[in-house]
């Protein structure tokens, strides 16, 4: 098949262009650079990725226009945008524009170039705070506690009612939990880990010498140990359920997650342990935005495909993205 990429030169998307290749498949790829990294796109090329790449914005019609033009791609998959829950609460309407606003001229452009199936990045955050502590099914109310995940929210309505008028369209929905490590084989990983705000890149990088220190937002959550759990799906098992989902596109919403939950503390834990290395932790504020529990139940896509995660365990996940950051900043 050929697929266009959106967001292919940041964490995930090129995690999946990888698979994609590694599987035959025709890749070509959008992505302003705004967030990702042409070191990305070099990192492709050495894996035998001969695709062609616009530095673009999704919204900017005339342009990916003219890149569609003539090459018949099967399917999109949708990852640019911007992805932080704490940015999103400071920056309400720049989180709007770039993953709303540009998102409507994006879909038209698709549309008229006959492209019909389409993989969209959800999110967890879809889901905001739960009740009670429980794994989340996809019939969970929306109660998204973050302008970012209002904006998944918004973008799931207008697949949701584009598609309702168009029995040819047909999307899915990943809501991706905490996607975290890197290509198992060493071959991509996260090349702007040390500007990321997610606990494990984070973490790493005060280990690695980067940072100073790492903070837990909030230790007074309504968890065992105070601080926020999280489902953590390792970047290779994300990557494949794209591809086992793209056979079976109906309309449909699933969670991507390992339906296991490790608090922040446990998440640092395993981090000191396979780096061996010291961190100063300090304890903070919660940042606004922040569930206390977010934990997937993803029997839903397990049913619907051969999915299955495999790198389940977290010093696994942990240890993939050490050995990245080792390999890129030659650490002993
Ligand atoms: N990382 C996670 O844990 C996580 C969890 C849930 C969902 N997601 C979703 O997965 C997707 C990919 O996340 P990621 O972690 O790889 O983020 P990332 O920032 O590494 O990648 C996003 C890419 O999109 C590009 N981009 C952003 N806005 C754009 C625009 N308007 N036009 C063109 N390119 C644009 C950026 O330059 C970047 O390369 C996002 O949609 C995110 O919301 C991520």
């Known amino acids: 098949m050929k697929f266009l990429v959106t967001g292919g030169a940041g964490y995930i998307g090129s995690h999946v262009v990888l698979k994609l290749i590694e599987q035959g498949h025709d890749v070509n790829i959008i992505d302003n650079l705004s967030r990702g990294s042409i070191e990305i796109i070099d990192y492709l090329k050495s894996n035998g990725w001969n695709g062609e790449f616009l530095k673009s914005d999704i919204g900017d019609i005339d342009r990916v226009g003219k890149f569609l033009t003539g090459k018949n791609h099967d399917c999109v998959i949708h990852f640019a945008s911007f992805i932080s829950v704490g940015e999103s609460t400071k920056n309400p309407i720049q989180y709007f524009e770039n993953n709303v606003a540009q998102f409507p ?4 452009s698709v549309v008229f170039h006959g492209i019909e199936k389409f993989i969209l ?3 967890a955050a879809v889901y905001g705070n739960q009740k009670d502590n429980a794994p989340i099914k996809e019939e969970t109310p929306l109660n998204p506690s973050s302008p970012y995940g209002t904006t998944k929210v918004m973008l799931e309505q207008m697949l949701d009612a584009y598609a309702k008028r168009n029995p040819n369209f047909k999307f ?5 939990f905490n996607v975290a490590g890197c ?3 060493q071959k991509i990983g996260d090349v702007l880990f040390a500007d990321k705000e997610n606990l494990i ?10 940072r100073d220190k790492i903070s837990i937002y909030g230790t007074d959550y309504n968890t065992e140990d105070g601080t926020c759990i ?5 970047v290779d098992d994300l990557a494949n359920a794209h591809i086992e989902i793209v056979e079976h596109l109906n ?3 699933y969670n991507v997650g390992n339906g296991v939950g490790y608090s922040v503390r446990d998440i640092v834990n395993s981090c000191l342990k ?8 300090v304890e903070t504020d919660r940042r606004p935005g922040d569930p206390d529990f977010l934990c997937a139940d993803a029997t839903k896509i397990q049913e619907k495909t051969k999915w299955k995660p495999k790198t389940t365990n977290i010093d696994d996940i942990t240890r993939s993205a050490w050995e990245w950051i080792r390999k890129i900043k030659h650490l002993p």
Do not use: Q, W
Request: glycine letters at 2%; aromatic letters at 10%.
């Open 105 to 108: 001229k994006f879909l038209s």
């Open 121 to 123: 990045s959800s999110s």
């Open 172 to 176: 899915a929905s990943l809501r991706y």
């Open 183 to 185: 290509n198992i084989d």
């Open 201 to 210: 890149p984070m973490c790493l990088s005060c280990a690695a010498g980067i």
């Open 230 to 234: 999280r489902d953590y799906i390792h």
């Open 251 to 253: 309309n449909d919403y």
């Open 274 to 281: 396979i780096t061996a290395r010291k961190m100063e932790v």
